[in-house]
């Protein structure tokens, strides 16, 4: 089992960058595809990206494609999400989740593990 917590959430103005890191606990991380969703109120959560076990390859939603950054240290039990150029449409609970999967997947049904999440805001 696969204890998640985010961390590094906060108020930015448009424009701004933000890291988050996301702590995993247990001695398998590598053996996990590593995600990034995010909810904002009222609407579904959705994938922002993922990164493969050794951190070779990832994915992004092309919402954040060129603005956001995913990258894992696996010594350190930990994935990222670096966060640039942010818009106030960027608003959102962010959570990292684990899976399982060979290959990085987009649905919330690729992954098993999740952490609470942590309160990105953008204003304008």
């Known amino acids: 089992q696969v204890q998640l917590v985010e961390s590094g959430g906060a108020l930015v103005q448009a424009g701004g960058s933000l890291r988050l890191s996301c702590a995993a606990s247990?001695?398998?991380?590598?053996?996990?595809?590593m995600g990034w969703f995010r909810q904002a109120p009222g609407k579904e959560r959705e994938f922002v990206g993922g990164i493969s076990r050794l951190g070779g390859d990832t994915y992004y939603a092309d919402s954040v494609k060129g603005r956001f950054t995913i990258s894992r240290d696996n010594a350190k039990n930990s994935v990222y999400l670096q966060m640039n150029s942010l818009k106030p449409e960027d608003t959102a609970v962010y959570y990292c989740a684990a899976g399982r999967s060979n290959v990085i997947g987009t649905t919330k049904q690729a992954y098993v593990y999740w952490g609470p999440g942590t309160q990105v805001t953008v204003s304008s």
């Open positions: 247990g001695r398998t991380f590598s053996s996990y595809v």
